[in-house]
């Protein structure tokens, strides 16, 4: 499975977009991108996934580059409750059951 | 619809005895699929479980096993615990033959003293 890279930490304040990246230089052409955010003492929680379309739901945007190497996730209007450990996992769609979280990113959402 | 609940939430137990955790999917789904979440070594995949028939398997001992039922729910038991085994343990659920990503329950905590 292609590796993620995603800095350790990140900082946004309330209201605005908070812009996650994710790099995946190795990815490869059946490999979709999984986020998923964990708030502290609870599961992960599913944010959203793509292939190589852009994609849009209710919590998020996904933006990935055309050469697949690299995403973004969008929060369009973060809120306090957006603070969390966001991962960026990258997998073959028939075998995401058996996901391989990294590090992730630790967003801050600051009022 | 429901999430995937996960029983008990909190669990205290010596080392040395065995421990049996409990996992109810989302309605309609299949698949099962149970993590360990430590400081050390993040998220773990434990294995994976469908159709009452276990699909993967994780890298951990054999004291680490599971079932599957025929409503779907699902166990997972740890014999004799060692410190090491204390982790949040997380069961995810998806339906098994589309293409949704895995939906998790908030864990199980087990503190092994």
């Known amino acids: 499975d292609a590796k993620t890279t995603q800095p350790p930490s990140m900082d946004c304040a309330e209201g605005r977009a908070a812009n996650l990246p994710c790099n995946h230089s190795t990815i490869s052409g059946n490999e979709y991108v999984y986020w998923y955010r964990q708030i502290h003492s609870q599961g992960p929680q599913y944010i959203i996934h793509g292939l190589k379309n852009n994609e849009t739901n209710e919590m998020a945007s996904l933006i990935i580059t055309e050469d697949r190497k690299s995403s973004t996730l969008i929060l369009p209007h973060a809120t306090l409750r957006d603070t969390a450990v966001y991962y960026c996992i990258v997998r073959v769609e028939a075998r995401a059951q058996k996901l391989v979280f990294g590090q992730g990113t630790r967003l801050t959402i600051n009022p | 619809k429901a999430g995937v609940t996960q029983t008990p939430r909190y669990l205290i137990k010596t080392r040395g005895q065995q421990v049996t955790l409990s996992c109810s999917p989302i309605?309609?789904?299949?698949?099962v699929s149970w993590y360990q979440q430590t400081p050390g070594q993040g998220l773990q995949f434990l294995f994976e479980y469908f159709s009452e028939t276990q699909r993967n398997k994780g890298n951990f001992p054999g004291r680490f096993s599971g079932r599957q039922f025929s409503n779907s729910r699902s166990e997972m038991n740890v014999s004799t615990l060692e410190l090491g085994d204390s982790a949040l343990y997380l069961c995810a659920s998806r339906p098994g033959q589309s293409h949704s990503p895995l939906h998790f329950g908030n864990g199980t905590r087990l503190t092994v003293t």
């Open positions: 309605s309609g789904h299949r698949s």
